[in-house]
């Protein structure tokens, strides 16, 4: 591994890049300029393109007529520390340890997209230029449903017009196989916020005559699922288009199954709607998930209080033909008719995203599957559909009309959006290939 290579992506994640908080504004925006200078350090022309919210970087090389024209995407930000007590070293201190770089960001997404930054510059080092006509596109609020990406793409859609999207923004099936990802799941967030009284009341004094907020919450939320694990929500999977028969048998074949989950997450057991394995639920079923709850007294030891309010963060992860809108307007209408009686309920909507699927056997989809065999070689290439989301993905084909490929190369431990987030050294190594490979196979 070259110590420079290693030494620059080291110097990438040191950035304190949290795109959600504005006190980190400044970071995120030398972030950009950071990253701007080391595209042209590579040999590319880049700019820094200024939005409502953070920089979107863009690069290119000189475009030939008549070569195809290749993007590549990735983001900068990352997501907040927090719990900041359990990493094991600061975040932005990285720190490489048995092979792998430890540090917020390492894998989701700058050790990813720099090892396409890396590739690109050795493939200039080595010959003077690329196989085909390239952008660089490398925005500052992915973490944030890429707020302004949308707006910026279509005031630049002629200048960014190509014929495919190539993003390392998602998984690697297990360690050393070639991972193609053809779907993913979409999301839509919303919080809900229970009001009761107009103060915290004495829980022995009004215990019993006023409605408890956290209660009341409690309920709401419980409503969410049956007991088979299944979205109690009417009209909830009205869109969701089922399993095809190959896909249920090629995932059974997978190297990677509940063993592996269990032993990932650490989770004692595994659970999710009945009829479907786990990575079936993970990939092509729909869910609803609580990210977080809040109320009343959380200090140390006893307080009766009746809390005033309380409140719930939820996202729901969507499958092909599920819409955001239309599924939020279901949840929200299921909300508002099991909230009890003696509080209020309001509900604010957050970002979303449409789910998204490709067709892995296009010829682009076949040159990304041959370009992973030469990352990984001796390797077959696992298809799969991810549990995650990239909003963007769909704008993608929205604005630009252009297909997009997932070529993960981030671990199932890689604790993504977790304390202790990693990288392998390897796969960063891997990458650079991949970057040379998948160049010249879409060429």
Aim: net charge negative.
């Amino acid at each position: 591994m070259n110590p420079d290579h290693v030494e620059q992506l080291l110097a990438f994640l040191r950035f304190p890049s949290i795109s959600t908080d504005p006190a980190h504004a400044p970071d995120v925006a030398a972030c950009a300029g950071w990253l701007a200078g080391r595209l042209e350090a590579i040999g590319l022309n880049a700019a820094v393109h200024p939005t409502a919210g953070h920089p979107i970087v863009v690069a290119r090389n000189e475009h030939v007529p008549g070569r195809r024209t290749v993007m590549i995407y990735g983001h900068y930000d990352v997501q907040p520390v927090d719990p900041l007590e359990l990493w094991h070293t600061p975040p932005f201190e990285p720190r490489i340890e048995n092979g792998v770089v430890f540090a917020r960001g390492a894998a989701d997404n700058k050790g990813q997209i720099f090892a396409h930054v890396t590739g690109i510059g050795e493939t200039l080092r080595e010959t003077g230029g690329l196989p085909v006509n390239l952008i660089v596109l490398v925005e500052g609020e992915e973490e944030i449903g890429s707020t302004h990406l949308e707006e910026f793409l279509t005031a630049h859609r002629e200048e960014l017009s190509c014929d495919v999207i190539a993003i390392s923004d998602t998984g690697m099936l297990a360690p050393g196989v070639p991972t193609f990802t053809y779907g993913l799941r979409g999301i839509a967030a919303l919080e809900l916020r229970v009001t009761g009284p107009a103060t915290d009341l004495h829980s022995g004094i009004y215990g019993g005559a006023v409605a408890n907020p956290a209660t009341a919450l409690a309920r709401i939320v419980a409503s969410l699922h049956d007991a088979d694990g299944r979205v109690a929500v009417p009209g909830f999977y009205d869109d969701v288009v089922p399993l095809e028969t190959w896909e249920r048998e090629a995932w059974a074949r997978l190297p990677f199954g509940d063993a592996q989950i269990l032993a990932v997450t650490g989770a004692p057991a595994l659970f999710g709607e009945a009829g479907y394995t786990s990575l079936e639920r993970v990939w092509a079923r729909p869910t609803a998930e609580v990210n977080g709850l809040g109320g009343g007294f959380q200090g140390t030891g006893t307080k009766t209080v009746l809390p005033r309010e309380a409140f719930a963060k939820l996202t729901f992860r969507l499958v092909p033909r599920q819409q955001p809108a239309a599924v939020m307007e279901k949840v929200s209408a299921h909300l508002r008719a099991v909230c009890p009686p003696g509080v209020q309920l309001e509900i604010t909507c957050g970002h979303y995203g449409e789910p998204y699927a490709t067709d892995p056997n296009l010829p682009d989809g076949l040159a990304a599957q041959r370009a992973l065999q030469r990352a990984f070689p001796g390797r077959d290439v696992a298809l799969i559909r991810e549990g995650g989301s990239i909003p963007i993905v769909n704008t993608f084909k929205r604005v630009l009309g252009v297909e997009t490929l997932l070529l993960g190369l981030a671990l199932p431990d890689s604790k993504m959006h977790a304390p202790n987030e990693n990288f392998p050294l390897a796969n960063f190594e891997a990458g650079i290939r991949l970057n040379r490979a998948v160049l010249e196979e879409l060429s």
